[in-house]
């Protein structure tokens, strides 16, 4: 299993998730049992690259699988969607993980891990609230509207004492402290999922679509999600956005869903992604999710992403299409589902989006 990129912590979070594999592997029902492990007939290497909000959940899908496949290796480089999709797109990966879709021009183009005349397709694997995340100093309860969000990362609303900040927050002592507005620097599906957001409910306001490329000048950019966990952790008056299961003990905004502020649960984000459609006029393989940003129901928390394994329908070279067949399968089952909540606060699948998910694997050669 490749850890560089991961560091100390997450070789023990990883080593604790072999530890865990391996008591269950004892106990019946389970995915990874010691009979798994010692009859599974797969073997290679599988590399994938990309979102790095998948991050936790591909730590532990990957000690787990391993566990179960003794003979396959599994790397996972967390280098952001849009890298994930460009080394994916060149070849030089199996699979993408990406926060965002693939897009109309990268769907015309051709695909180097693919068989000729195969294209790839997005399967939803992973479905994580995004949170609002902020330190400022004093404050531990924070409101805020869609509008007012959308103003600050606009660079327009300038100190946590503006008027309209006020307003949301009665009883709320809130500083003059000049915020800090904390972005993406790379291409990021967690930013277009941010920035679909802000478009879909305070229009007059995010005046721009929605793109992995934050559109606005100014503020503060960096790299990744612990890029922007770490900004807003070790800045003064910082706000930014990201993964709720990398939050910590940061602050974190409700966020204003028809007349009620709600926090995130993984029950509300998955609740929003049930009653969203497919994105229409791509192949019927393709599982893309147009997200309803604009519910008025507060039991739903539209503030989300949907996570995607990128495949090919058909490879290049047959092995490898077996090897990711086998992967994404697990990431999308029930037991891969349960693991990735347990490590990353991810909300499962539905059973209906799971059902989807796995008849298009079963195609996949």
């Known amino acids: 299993m490749n850890l560089k990129r991961f560091g100390r912590p997450a070789v023990i979070a990883v080593a604790a998730a072999l530890a865990l594999s391996s008591c269950a592997s004892n106990e019946a029902g389970t995915g990874s049992s010691t009979t798994a492990a010692t009859t599974s007939t797969l073997t290679g290497t599988l590399t994938g690259a990309g979102s790095s909000a998948q991050g936790s959940a591909q730590e532990a899908w990957i000690a787990a699988f391993q566990t179960s496949n003794p003979n396959v290796t599994v790397n996972y480089d967390p280098s952001g969607s849009g890298a994930g999709r460009s080394t994916f797109i ?21 695909f180097a891990s693919c068989a000729a005349g195969a294209k790839a397709v997005d399967l939803p694997v992973y ?26 990362f606009r660079g327009e609303i300038t100190t946590w004492n503006d008027p309209a900040i006020v307003a949301l ?16 620097s790379d291409d990021s599906g967690t930013t277009k999922n941010f920035t679909d957001y802000l478009f879909q409910t305070a229009p007059t306001v995010w005046t721009d679509k929605a793109a992995d490329a934050f559109p606005i000048q100014g503020g503060e950019g960096a790299k990744g999600t612990s890029g922007v966990v770490d900004a807003v952790t070790n800045g003064v008056g910082t706000i930014g956005y990201a993964d709720a299961s990398k939050a910590g003990k940061l602050g974190v905004a409700k966020i204003k869903v028809g007349d009620t502020f709600v926090g995130y649960t993984a029950e509300a984000a998955a609740a929003v992604v049930a009653e969203s459609p497919l994105v229409t006029g791509r192949d019927a393989s393709d599982l893309a999710i147009k997200i309803n940003r604009t519910t008025t129901d507060a039991t739903h928390y539209p503030l989300v992403l949907v996570s995607y394994a990128v495949v090919c329908t058909e490879y290049a070279k047959p092995a490898q299409g077996e ?41 996949v050669k």
Request: hydrophobic share 50%; charged share 15%; no cysteine.
């Open 90 to 110: 060149a070849g030089g990966s199996d699979f993408a993980g990406s926060d965002s879709s693939l897009n109309d021009t990268e769907l015309a183009g051709t």
């Open 323 to 363: 090897l990711v067949k086998a992967y994404v399968t697990y990431m999308a089952s029930a037991d891969g589902q349960k693991v990735a909540a347990s490590a990353g606060g991810a909300a499962p699948l539905s059973t209906d989006l799971a059902d989807k998910v796995a008849a298009v694997l079963a195609t």
């Open 127 to 152: 479905i994580s609230p995004i949170a609002v995340i902020f330190n400022v100093a004093g404050v531990t309860d924070l409101k805020l509207d869609s509008a007012t969000l959308a103003h600050i």
């Open 169 to 184: 927050n009665s009883g709320v002592t809130l500083p003059a402290t000049a915020i800090t507005a904390v972005h993406r």
